[in-house]
Nanobody, 124 residues
């Protein structure tokens, strides 16, 4: 069982930055791929970024490439999402998720553990 707790969301102006953190419980964090997803009001949840258990080969949705960076610190059982050049279209609840395999995936169905979400609001 893995419990995930996100933090770092908030209100920021367009062009600003935020860093989201996802703290995980358990001793086998490195065996889980980690993903970030988001859901805006009235929209489906969508993939943002994912990283393998070892921290290599990150994957990004096209709309965040070059702006967002996913990383993880396995010694601290924490995953991060650094978000730069934010736009109002990035406004959403952001969720971190853990997949009980080290290989990453873009499909949310493969992630068995989810955090409670953190609100990110970008003002114009």
């Amino acid at each position: 069982q893995v419990q995930l707790v996100e933090s770092g969301g908030g209100l920021v102006q367009a062009g600003g930055s935020l860093r989201l953190s996802c703290a995980a419980s358990g001793r086998t964090f490195s065996t889980y791929a980690m993903g970030w997803f988001r859901q805006a009001p009235g929209k489906e949840r969508e993939f943002v970024a994912a990283i393998s258990g070892s921290g290599g080969m990150p994957d990004y949705a096209d709309f965040v490439k070059g702006r967002f960076t996913i990383s993880r610190d396995n010694a601290r059982n924490t995953a991060y999402l650094q978000m730069n050049s934010l736009t109002p279209e990035d406004t959403a609840v952001y969720y971190c998720a853990a997949r009980p395999r080290p290989q990453l995936s873009r499909d949310s169905v493969w992630y068995g553990y989810w955090g409670q979400g953190t609100q990110v609001t970008v003002s114009s």
